[in-house]
């Protein structure tokens, strides 16, 4: 059967917007949820799981976290992953977190994380502010460009080398345990096994990917495997060969090879998705499938921004023919619209505009 633009607009909806199931099993087949920290009206990781986990809660995640046998870390981005999809990324070098870029620890760098590691196994769970206190360290200026204590850092940093794991939250503060991760891989052949258990993995949650897309996709990996950002190259082309594939206007598209992208089945109805959910998070892929481009808008200028400072993405159907502002004034919701074109006229539509709002008070507990 040919495929057409119209098949993979309807298979990236319907297979990434499964029907809702438990929040334990959303995370198993999501895999991966990237997390953001901003709350407009709440934050994106909650918002992409709203709609694949029954009767979500804004802030279920971070209260049901301990029961949920899953880890934050760094994937394609910072998140919410399953263990097992952690495991394939670990050990990793001493390297520092993304945003630092690939430098290696210096030698009193290293030393202080062996101080902090003992304190921390000491303790069994720590407090960044306990760890401060004990330390004393003073402050550094962040990637961000505010200060935040070096030892605040150095806990991030040591997160991200596998040294530690977050445990909990409280009040959205990061609880660290001590984190002991398998061994390397073997040999050349059990690496590449990880790396395209991982290459899967991201195509899984992102699919189906236009060529450039994929390739960036699998470069992001240099995020989840510095000690192999070297060899994503050659995953590249071993995923184009044991990936689905087709040719359209042009453009080679790709997706899992287990699933057959010309038949799905895809509710009529409209949902508010966050900026940063699957559907819609690559943005060439975005402007590809609904023919306009799509921006996120946070940090740009107020006077500059065209959509809004934290626009959802509105899905009617397979199409993305808005966008929507959302924000909570004393309990109350309030939301605000915008069209590519014009908004649907049928009375269809304003029923499940309507249902997806009284939806998105549930989840936030407003009226």
């Not at 495991?87 to 009193?108: C, F, Y």
């Not at 395209?196 to 990996?221: K, N, Q, T």
């Not at 915008?338 to 908004?343: I, K, L, Q």
Request: charged content about 30%; glycine content about 6%; proline content about 6%.
């Amino acid at each position: 059967m040919l495929i057409t633009l119209d098949h993979l607009r309807r298979y990236a909806v319907a297979r990434s917007l499964f029907k809702p199931t438990t929040l334990k099993a959303a995370f198993q087949r999501l895999g991966f949820v990237q997390a953001d920290p901003i709350r407009s009206p709440a934050r994106a990781q909650d918002l992409i799981l709203r709609h694949r986990a029954k009767d979500y809660h804004a802030g279920d995640l971070e209260r049901l976290y301990p029961k949920l046998e899953i880890e934050e870390d760094f994937f394609l981005a910072y998140g919410f992953m399953t263990k097992s999809l952690q495991a394939l990324m670990h050990p990793r070098s001493d390297v520092d977190v993304p945003a630092e870029g690939p430098r290696t620890w210096p030698a009193a760098r290293k030393k202080l994380a062996q101080l902090v590691l003992g304190f921390v196994r000491e303790r069994r769970e720590v407090h960044p502010r306990e760890v401060d206190d004990h330390f004393s360290h003073g402050s550094v200026r962040n990637y961000w460009g505010g200060f935040s204590s070096v030892t605040t850092h150095l806990l991030a940093a040591m997160h991200y080398r596998g040294m530690l794991r977050i445990v909990r939250r409280e009040s959205g503060i990061r609880i660290y345990a001590i984190h002991e991760h398998g061994p390397a891989p073997a040999d050349a052949a059990e690496r590449r096994a990880r790396i395209d258990a991982l290459v899967d993995a991201a195509v899984h949650i992102y699919a189906p990917l236009p060529s450039g897309c994929l390739a960036d996709l699998i470069r992001r990996l240099r995020f989840a495997v510095p000690q192999w950002r070297g060899t994503l190259k050659e995953a590249l082309q071993r995923a184009k060969q044991r990936l689905a594939h087709a040719r359209i206007d042009g453009v080679d598209w790709y997706w899992p090879s287990q699933e057959n992208a010309a038949r799905c089945e895809l509710q009529d109805t409209v949902r508010l998705l966050t900026p940063f959910d699957p559907v819609v998070w690559d943005r060439d892929r975005f402007e590809m499938l609904w023919g306009w481009p799509y921006r996120f808008e946070a940090y740009v200028p107020a006077l500059k921004r065209r959509l809004g400072y934290y626009a959802l993405p509105l899905l009617y159907g397979d199409r993305v023919i808005g966008w929507g502002n959302l924000r909570v004034e004393g309990k109350q919701l309030k939301s605000d619209f915008g069209y590519v074109m014009h908004r649907p006229r049928d009375r269809f539509f304003k029923r499940e505009l309507d249902a997806e709002l009284e939806r998105i008070k549930a989840f936030l507990a407003v009226a």
